[in-house]
């Protein structure tokens, strides 16, 4: 008989719920929850480095401040990175991208790696380059999907690296993401869960996986309608709901 895809649980900046986000204990801790995927956030040091973290500037979870961008690799590495969550994480460090693949790789990982160009509001020139050059020199185990709010991003570094996936993320604009879809340039959605559920959004020839899916109701809703995925910073209550929902 027929059955309906499995909904892929991935784990947003790592464990964001339970561990400093987007640090190596926090993807650390999604891989022990068993979660099926890690979603992670790209940006470039002042010395054109690599490094994981949401925000642009290093002020809200960091004991630093200032912009990413103006700050070398080793001043990022200076900087206390787990203190924010809890006294416990004091002296976590910010990864580099490399450091993030390695732990990865050293675990066996073989589920989804969704890496998000942070280029909407900084453009990092030459980052969509330099991924493609560090992937195509570390070849990975596991599947590649590119995100971005940024289209372009994902436009100039799918020529360069045709071999991933992409995906376009969105907060409201379900027009734009049917354009990008009707002209094939990414196979994967992206949207804000809430515009989803208001909207009753589904293209089902689609890979849809919303975000930010925390709550309990959330998470049975894209459960129920067997979504390609969810980004959670609950991945360990996620894939014990998804057994109960989806077996
Ligand atoms: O990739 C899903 C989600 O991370 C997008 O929003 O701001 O948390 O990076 P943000
Ligand atoms: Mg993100």
Excluded at 35 to 48: C, K, P
Excluded at 131 to 144: D, K, N
Excluded at 145 to 167: D, G, H, I, N
Aim: glycine share 6%; proline share 5%.
């Amino acid at each position: 008989m027929f059955k309906r895809q499995t909904t892929q649980v991935i784990a947003h900046r790592g464990s964001k719920g339970t561990r400093p986000e987007n640090t190596l204990l926090a993807f650390q801790a999604a891989l022990d929850a068993g979660a099926d995927g890690i979603e992670t956030d790209v940006q470039l040091s002042r010395d054109g480095q690599m490094v994981i973290m949401h925000d642009e500037k290093v002020d809200r979870t960091t004991n630093g401040s200032g912009l990413i961008k103006d700050l070398t690799l080793a001043q990022l590495k200076q900087l206390d990175a787990g203190s924010h969550f809890g006294r416990e994480f004091a002296g976590t460090k910010m990864p580099t991208l490399d450091e993030v693949i390695q732990l990865l790789i050293a675990d066996h990982f073989s589920g989804v790696f969704n890496l998000e160009l942070k280029t909407n509001k900084i453009p990092y020139p030459g980052i969509e380059q330099q991924l493609a050059t560090y992937f195509t020199q570390q070849p990975v185990p596991f599947r590649l999907v590119f995100s971005s709010f940024r289209a372009q991003s994902l436009v100039t570094l799918r020529k360069l690296y045709p071999q991933a996936e992409y995906a376009k993320l969105f907060k409201t604009a379900g027009r734009q993401a049917k354009q990008m879809e009707r002209h094939q340039q990414v196979a994967g959605l992206h949207p804000d869960i809430r515009w989803v559920k208001a909207h009753r959004f589904w293209l089902p020839h689609m890979q849809l996986r919303p975000w930010t899916v925390n709550s309990p109701a959330d998470m049975a809703y894209c459960f129920r309608r067997h979504f390609a995925g969810i980004i959670t910073d609950y991945p360990a209550r996620a894939v014990a709901l998804r057994e109960k929902i989806q077996g």
